[in-house]
């Protein structure tokens, strides 16, 4: 998914969504340096989710073993 920078409010990026919508993301979630017109790429990474659940669930068992 892909977001434009529409416009910076203060500490406020105002983001247009691919539906045109518009969402205001505080500027410390974004990266450092973002401007008016920037596109931001939103993804999910499986990889790095399977391996916080593994570590988490291993975490979870080493508390609480039967």
Do not use: Q
Not at 2 to 8: A, E, L, Q, S, T
Not at 41 to 47: A, T
């Amino acid at each position: 998914m892909k977001w434009i920078i529409d416009r910076i409010e203060g500490n406020v990026a105002v983001c247009e969504l691919p539906n045109c919508d518009t969402i205001n993301i505080s500027l410390s979630a974004l990266p450092n340096g973002v401007k008016e017109g920037d596109v931001i790429c939103l993804s999910i990474d499986e990889k790095e989710a399977e391996n916080r659940k593994k570590k988490i669930d291993g975490l979870m068992n080493s508390l609480f073993k039967d």
